[in-house]
């Protein structure tokens, strides 16, 4: 049966229309969703009998909760949820301080084939709908604590640009969660043409990954840079306003020997020179049987001093949760093969 | 996903190679090198997907090699399609195209497009060519590519035995292969599973991942 929650206010004014309802019933239907949180459809008690009834005909709220969790020392938990009978999405909730930042999949799998991604190793096996990119935070045990979301989990969310559109208006729409977009950050590897249709819909920040300023070492990294070259990506992100409150990011896992030298900080440097960005260093999280290995802590603060100190607003990302499978992919894999041997 | 500026062509020819595959022939609108791709759509406002090319830089016209996804958005459309209707086509775009002489081509599916307009393009630049189908019917170019390319040219067929074929996938026939020299590139092409999984298989085999170079079909 059809889900509820995930329905956009513009989906349910066509529900309600169907349903011969009053118009105004699909504003109520989104309160219910949204701000009151409910789990089943008769909890609409402003809703009038007959309406309910023909709701519960039609749909279910949609509400599924983490099959498994994993609580890390520092405070980080990595839940599991299920997308279908055999397949698995990753949520990380990471608190820290005042703030407490979910990190949400977008697809089951992933098809970009990133050589240090643990997701990729999985393939594609699906995209998740809008109701399954938004489960993950509203099912969360400490979804009333979450001051941030970032689409940075599992599959890449500009191949499943629909339903990430959708899933940003939900949270950040008047009649939605009503957060402000400032609170929610989009990761992409640089789909071009869907990187440019969500600028122009969406204000929430973006952030890209680089992970390489050189297009032939970068391809060996990323096969993405074959068909939308971090160059072009960068053109096209110039032509947006990054001076006000909307921030873009550079993603930029460091690897011993390979993308982490001198030379690689002059590019950086001379790339993103005069453009309003931060650099996100990020500490490589070893998956299994990969050729790359983590630059060392001495090289990671280096690189983030220099490029500091020629412009480059630079930062290092925490790594959290090392003790229970931190690399995006892990957990969901070792569900995966654990359900298929038992199969 | 693509959005890139289009140009209107009518379609030249329209060849069923099986089942499920197509060899879409479009006029050429101007010159292109092996690997690279374009963008292609039933209409100017439409959605637009991506496919490498599979005919040679030579050729005359330009192919697209597609497979019919039932649930797909664009193939069972392109399917009905036929000589002289109209499509919107894009200038050839990519940089999966600076291929080394000698190097090994491993694809599956219609991923062995970029490289069969390689060896259309440039016979002598392929060291070897292992294609993974499911049975004989997925071997699309096979006695071109035998009669030329020989023992150097491998078909893998993960269904049913076929003649002179190695039955399994990619992979399996790359754990027992003679793999070659240290400074070999190897080329994949096809869905993520296999060139992450093949990409795999050649790490553990001791390739430096620095001579793998993958095009992912998405």
Redesign the interface.
Known sequence: METLFGKTLQELVVIVKEAGLPSFTSKQIADWLYKHHISEIDEMTNISKKGRDYLKSKFVIGLANPVNVQASIDGTKKYLFKSGDHRFIEAAYIPDDDRATLCVSSQVGCKMGCLFCMTGKQGFQGQLTVNEILNQIRSLPEFHQLTNVVYMGMGEPFDNLESVLKSTEILSSDWGYGWSPKRITVSTIGIIPAMREFLNKSSCHLAVSMHSPFEDERRKLMPIENVYHISDVLSLLKEYDWTGQRRVSFEYILFKGVNDTPKHINELARILNGFKCRVNLIRFHSIPNSPLEPSDEETIQFFKTRLNSKGVLTTIRASRGQDIYAACGLLSTKELVKRQEED | ???KPLFEVRILRHERINEQVRLLWLPKLSSFKAGQ?VSISIAPDSS?R?YSICSGEKDSDIAILYDIKRDGFLTPKLDELLAGNSLWVSAPF???TDFVKGSWFLASGTGIAPFYSLFRTNPEFVGKLVHGGRDESSFYFMNELTETLGENYIRCSSRGIVKDTFHGRVTEWLQGAQLADAATKYYLCG???M???T??VL??RGV???K???????
């Open positions: 996903m693509s959005n791709m637009q991506l990519g940089s999966f869905s993520a599973e060139v992450v999984d990409r795999d790490i553990s430096d991942y620095d793998i170079i993958s095009e992912i079909y998405f």
